[in-house]
């Protein structure tokens, strides 16, 4: 229950949509084509939404083209090799190859070859209805999608940063917990517990794809690209700050007994400070604040005793990471090395782009007195 909670708070109000966009296909599909029985409208509007947020109006359009191109495709068969099972065998098969050229979507490939086989199977009505129950089902999802409730471009950056920096700060406490062992107590490094963090860097690529195509393809946020680009690029340095803690658990793992003892408080003051982050991402008192304790931390950070190779290695990823940390936040990259390499206690960092709907209007310059 403790998981499942989460869940269901966080995905309530797009199941909401869902139901209520299926059954507006159900009763159009009725009502407007007369389908006695309109299965397929609603299941193409059920697959359209059946996704990320951002994602929503392009698998719509996904669903549509697979749909048409199968039904293409089956009805060609169906005319010219007949009703049987080498029929099916081919229409699917050169469905299939269509969706490839198409765009090589699973949804698209498996939406074409359904449509194919449709077409092959029960006939050319069929497959006229099959595209009208797509064009209605896709038309339906693409409405709720784009124009009654279209996703927040930066919210759903923002929810993909909370969400990796949740999984870095995990990443570094498992870490600084693995250092605090005693040697007969100490476990192989938990890799299994790690692995998730990759996957968590792949999901924020994907959602700064689809919030690319928000932005240039939603009426509501069209033309108002600059604060998303802003934020886009700040999500980037999460990459480079996912490899910056990576490195610092790899490294930090091969330490001594000695050694490890000493950077343990270091790592977990890391994760604390991606912890922070990751609640109030968009906030920047909670990045001013993080940016302090991370510079805080760097300072504090052991040296290396006698200039051991390891220990300087491990020592310079705990100065990436903060340095990372600091972009991020908003600060200049060359500001942030500075800060970092003088030991400073603060550093300028930008507020964080925002976006509102609806836009304030431009203040209009005073003129001056006339001539």
């Known amino acids: 229950m403790h998981g499942a909670w989460p869940r269901v708070r966080d995905a309530l109000w797009p199941v909401l949509q869902q139901a209520t966009a299926a ?7 009725r009502n407007v084509f ?38 293409v495709v089956g009805h060609l068969a169906f005319r010219f090799l007949g009703h049987d099972a080498p029929s ?31 077409s092959v199977a029960a006939g050319q009505q069929a497959a ?40 870095l700060s995990r990443a570094l406490d498992l870490t600084a917990r693995a250092l605090d062992e005693p040697e007969e107590e100490r476990d192989l490094q938990p890799w299994e517990e790690l692995r998730p963090v990759y996957a ?29 680009d802003e934020e886009i690029a700040s999500t980037k340095y999460l990459d480079l700050l996912g490899n910056s803690c990576l490195t610092l658990i790899r490294g930090a793992s091969a330490l001594d007994t000695r050694h490890r003892r000493t950077f343990a408080r270091t790592v977990r003051g ?13 906030n920047h008192a909670v990045r001013l604040r993080a940016t302090r304790r991370a510079l805080d931390i760097v300072r504090g950070a ?47 960092i930008g507020a964080p782009p925002r976006l509102r709907w609806p836009p304030r209007p431009r203040r209009r310059r005073p003129r001056g007195p006339s001539a």
């Open 270 to 282: 890391l994760s604390g400070v991606l912890a922070a982050l990751a609640a109030a991402p968009a």
């Open 88 to 118: 099916v065998g081919v229409a699917v098969l050169c469905a299939l190859l269509v969706a490839l050229v198409i765009d090589g979507e699973r949804i698209t490939m498996a939406q074409a070859a359904v449509g194919a086989v449709i």
């Open 200 to 228: 968590l860097l792949d999901d924020l690529g994907g959602t700064r794809d689809d919030t690319i195509a928000v932005a240039r393809r939603t009426l509501l946020w069209r033309g108002r690209r600059e604060p998303v």
């Open 23 to 29: 059954a507006l296909s159900w009763w159009a599909a």
């Open 34 to 71: 007369d389908h006695h029985v309109p299965l397929f409208a609603p299941i193409a509007t059920l697959i359209a939404l059946n996704t990320p947020v951002g994602g929503r109006g392009t698998n719509a359009v996904r669903v549509l083209s697979g749909v048409v191109a199968g039904v």
């Open 302 to 348: 052991p040296d290396a005793d006698g200039g051991q190779a390891l220990p300087v290695a491990v020592g310079e990823s705990v100065r990436l990471v903060a340095e990372d940390i600091l972009v991020f936040a908003g600060a200049d990259v060359d500001e942030a090395a500075r800060a970092l390499r003088e030991g400073a206690t603060d550093v300028r």
């Open 128 to 167: 006229v209805d099959r595209v009208l129950d797509a064009l209605l089902g896709a038309g339906v999802a693409l409405v709720f999608s784009q124009l009654l409730f279209p996703p927040h471009p930066l919210a759903l950056l923002r929810r993909a940063e909370a969400a990796t920096l949740e999984g």
